[in-house]
């Protein structure tokens, strides 16, 4: 069995090996970030249709009846 100061030790360690290596990104988050700046180009784009901006936040995967819906269409649509 191995005692706290081995575990201990090997965190420290461990930690120490990774520091100023950047840090990983998974797949889920990298799609997530590039759907809301999909959203925020839509939004800020004076040309965009509701339409293609109720599509755009679609991709996000949030259903039409979520309250994240009808804040985005109701702040697009004071907007647009």
Not at 35 to 61: H, K
Request: with cysteine.
């Amino acid at each position: 069995m191995e005692n706290k100061r081995d575990k201990d030790l090997r965190q420290v360690m461990k930690s120490e090996r990774s520091r100023g290596t950047p840090r990983q990104r998974d797949v889920k988050s990298l799609e997530l970030e590039e759907a809301t700046r999909r959203v925020y180009d839509q939004f800020t784009d004076p040309y965009c249709s509701r339409e293609n901006f109720l599509e755009t936040i679609r991709s996000l995967g949030q259903p039409d009846e979520s309250k994240l819906v009808r804040d985005l269409l109701k702040a697009f649509d004071e907007r647009h």
